[in-house]
């Protein structure tokens, strides 16, 4: 027992949103004590979180959600009694490269938090759960819904799900695990689907992060197909307050959609990110167009994703805060200032990675 009115386990907290939603809690919450469960794969990195690392109701436990017993011993030695569970293997590229890691991870990696949960919630220690005590919040990704055309369609909560990749394959996998938890075992879950999210602390394997650093490197930037594509950016920071909103007043056993409204073709994007970056490192306006390079495009490759967070702006009253051009500007900045952080993340295999996936 201790002093804390929650017990919050948070998974996959050392990585890109993971971290915002630890700072967020940590700074806001002192009454609750945070333990950031990870296993600090090649996206996660403790560098993201070091200005609350001293903080006293925080602490970090290296472990991997594969392993059943550890959550059980995890679950009992810090009384958690609720879960926001966002470690995962998260980029569609690898996916395709490497489908049994997302399969291990994200699907028998969350059925392991929701049975940890069960075996200490339902049965075992707590025996009483109500959501005002106990609660397992799965953070998933808009990508289960498949893809739109391009028309003014949006992805609903009631938008049957229809993934495509190995990635939002074993996303769509784990939330309907989520579901039956609750429907089988009572468990209290509530599940949110949000749209691709951008940042400081981003991994930079994805588009945003990556290219910021090869526009600022003089590398080429590999834009998939024609680069049509269309994406639906959030800042991540709004993304961390609708976590929180909705880990606190979210109906139980419901699902919310988070989006911005803020759809972006791709190469319309990367000519923001060239735009925003050539003026803060005084080159001619456009200077970098040049390092746009148009190659094969990814295997399966969604056209087009966009979110009606209608539901979330209507029963919890949540809408970004940020202007795109605003957040866009504030991120590029970050990653400017930020190069050390940059070359500690893109040390180890980080090369060959990119070397694998460019052929450079
Ligand atoms: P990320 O790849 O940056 O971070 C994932 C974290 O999980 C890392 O810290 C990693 O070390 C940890 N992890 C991976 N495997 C683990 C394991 N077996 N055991 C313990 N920890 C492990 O991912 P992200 O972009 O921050 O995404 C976080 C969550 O949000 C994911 O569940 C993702 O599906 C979801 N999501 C992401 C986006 C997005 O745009 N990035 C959008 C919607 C939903
Ligand atoms: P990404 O950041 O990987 O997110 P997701 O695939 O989950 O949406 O990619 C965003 C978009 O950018 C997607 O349409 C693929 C495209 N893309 C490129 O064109 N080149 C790249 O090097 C990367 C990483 C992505």
């Not at 969350?110 to 397992?136: C, I, K, P, Q």
């Not at 991540?236 to 972006?264: C, P």
């Not at 795109?324 to 504030?330: H, L, P, R, T």
Request: with cysteine.
């Amino acid at each position: 027992m201790n002093n804390f009115n929650k017990n919050i386990l948070i998974t996959g907290g050392a990585g890109f949103i993971g971290s915002h939603v630890v700072r967020l809690f940590v700074n806001k919450y002192p009454e609750y004590r945070i333990v950031n469960l990870d296993k600090l794969t090649y996206a996660g990195n403790l560098a993201n979180l070091k200005d609350v690392e001293n903080a006293p109701n925080y602490t970090f436990v290296k472990a991997d959600i594969c392993d059943f017993e550890d959550m059980m011993r995890i679950f009992e030695e810090y009384s958690i009694d609720n879960v926001i569970h966002l470690a995962a293997e998260s980029h569609v590229d690898r996916s395709i490269k490497d489908p049994f890691s997302f399969a291990r991870t994200n699907v028998i990696g969350t059925l392991n938090l929701l049975e940890a949960a069960r075996r200490s919630w339902v049965e075992g220690r707590d025996g009483v759960h109500t959501v005002s005590t106990h609660r397992f919040y799965h953070v998933s990704t808009d990508e289960v819904y498949g893809a739109l055309e391009f028309d003014n369609t949006l992805f609903t909560e009631d938008t049957r799900y229809d993934p495509h990749s190995p990635y939002s394959a074993s996303k769509a996998s784990s939330d309907h695990f989520v579901r039956a938890y609750h429907d089988t075992y009572g468990l209290p879950v509530i599940i949110s689907n949000c749209s691709n999210n951008y940042g400081p602390f981003q991994f930079p394997e994805k588009l945003i992060p990556l290219f910021i650093n090869n526009i600022r490197n003089n590398k080429p930037l590999p834009v998939y197909g024609k680069g049509e594509n269309v994406r639906d950016w959030l800042y991540v920071e709004d993304h961390a307050r609708a976590i929180d909103l909705i880990f606190h007043e979210g109906k139980d056993g419901d699902t919310y959609n988070i989006g911005g409204f803020n759809e972006w073709k791709n190469i319309d994007l990367i000519k923001v990110m060239i735009k925003t970056v050539d003026r803060a490192l005084g080159r001619e306006d456009g200077e970098s167009e040049k390092l746009i390079t148009y190659v094969t495009d990814r295997a399966g490759h969604d056209l087009r994703y966009a979110i009606d967070s209608t539901k979330l702006k209507n029963e919890l009253g949540w809408e970004p805060s940020l202007q795109f051009e605003e957040g866009i500007a504030k991120t590029v900045r970050w990653y400017l200032d930020h190069e050390d952080w940059m070359n500690n993340v893109t040390s180890g295999d980080y090369q060959k990675y990119y070397d694998a996936m460019y052929g450079r």
